[in-house]
């Protein structure tokens, strides 16, 4: 008899199999490791070395700890480690359907499309980026006309602010259309999206990660999840049966017209991928991701600017140098922009915005680092742990840009440096979240300096969460446009004010 077989888990292993898991901690009945767990997230390898097991209540899933081991799994046993397993709150609503949690010939046909489909629509180009310039320039005429008394300006939480514009982007390219941004039906799906992603890393969330077939029949804050999770899907159908009505099949206008021809083409086809169910979750999959990681990271990374003010200052030198205030920042200039670059790659080292992974699964039997894991075993290759590996960063819980910089200031890489994961399962977006990440940033302090009342000392960059996703601690900040002047004044005011920064604590209208 086997205490931890429950939904969800391997189904029996013989003798033999089991013998050959990676070691971890003993399991207790049902439990299985939750009190071995730290509060702050999963069990580290200092015991169990870099490949170990842990037992999520009744789930049995191995560990991957270290840049070398999820590097060896992700990109050179890319094959065998290619699998998804399962997030218990998205397999309520998704159920294998959609491009993130598919898996086998229905993954590798909607990965494919998916790739094809956003460069073709332009992703990594010159038309993408235009859009992102034109939310970066929305996004600065709305934090000027943001309320400003006598100094200080007024403190706003910057959480809309950020989620709207990121959110545009990807709308323009999903839905073939950005939305206005005092819309209530695209504010309404803002909320929606942002509840979800911090109920899935509350405590609320882990428990049900963990706990799914108990949780699923007890009430809680969890089961919000479930009906917002629908009304995002509800919506993007509404959007789909307006695309149907108006599709021109010789001009596709966004990722969804694209989808809907391929429908077509094989309407003949019994065993087609291509369907509605797969088209409503793949749009989910697209919206859900292109517009929480990338708002998350924005959101953390003005924090941290906030706490290291010598770091804005230096990152606005770079950007007055280099581009000046008559024009909107482009991705060309980012080569030009090694500071600024490096700034941006230890925002996303350091904000770790999902620190587990995607769940993998193995696609087969597999020998892996002396142990057997058998077809089917879930991975949790954590991201965290690549991150902050001390053998790849030194000093990894401390911000630091200078390690993403040579000797002689020129950018350096770490294939440590894998925030969209790495291998066959990395983000398909990721490229599009770069350039969003690069113009939003540099516009914003092409024109603004961030201050606050509290000292730079008393800002705490805690992250919050510890399951799904690390969630931005709630913060308020002040975007003074300095000089009073706009993005298109040729000469810099020589009193320019210095980047001086803080954060003091404020309600997330979001939670």
Partial sequence: HDPFKAVGDLGPIDSSG?????????????????????????????????????????????????????????????????????????EEVVQGFGLLFSNGERWWQLRRFSLAALQDLGTGQRSVEKQIQDEAQRCGEQLREFPIHAPPCLPFDPTFFLSRSASSVICSIVFGQRFDYADKSFLDLLVKTNQVFVRLSSTWGQLYERF????????????????DLEDINSFILERIKANQVSLDRDNPRDFIDCFLLQMEKEILNPATEFHLRNLVLTAFNLFFVGTETVSSTLRYGLLILLKHPEVEEKMTQEIDRVIGR??????????????????????????????MNLPHALTRDTHFRGYTIPKGTEVFPVLSSVLRDPSRFRDPERFNPMRFLDEQGQFKANEASMPFSTGKRSCVGQELARMELF?????????????????????????????FAHVPPCYQLCAVPWGGGSRAQEELPKDRPQGTAGAMKGPNPAT
């Fill in 18 to 90: 089991r013998s050959h898991l990676p070691p971890g901690p003993t399991p207790l009945p049902f439990l299985g490791n939750v009190l071995q767990l730290k509060v702050e997230g999963m069990l580290n390898s200092d015991k169990y070395g870099p490949v170990f097991t842990v037992h999520l209540g009744p789930r049995r899933v191995v560990v991957l700890w270290g840049y070398e081991a999820v590097k060896e799994a992700l990109e050179d046993r890319a094959d065998e480690f290619s699998g998804r397993g399962k997030l218990a709150a998205f």
């Fill in 212 to 227: 799914s077939w108990i949780m699923r029949f007890l009430p809680g804050p969890h089961k919000q999840i479930f009906q």
């Fill in 326 to 355: 008559s024009r909107m920042p482009a991705v060309e200039d980012r080569s030009r922009m090694p500071y600024t670059n490096a700034v941006i790659h230890e925002i996303q080292r350091f904000s770790d915005v999902i620190p």
């Fill in 439 to 467: 113009i939003f940033l540099t516009a914003i302090l092409q024109n603004f300096t961030l201050k606050c009342p509290v000292p730079p000392r008393d800002i705490d960059l805690r992250l919050r969460g510890a399951g």
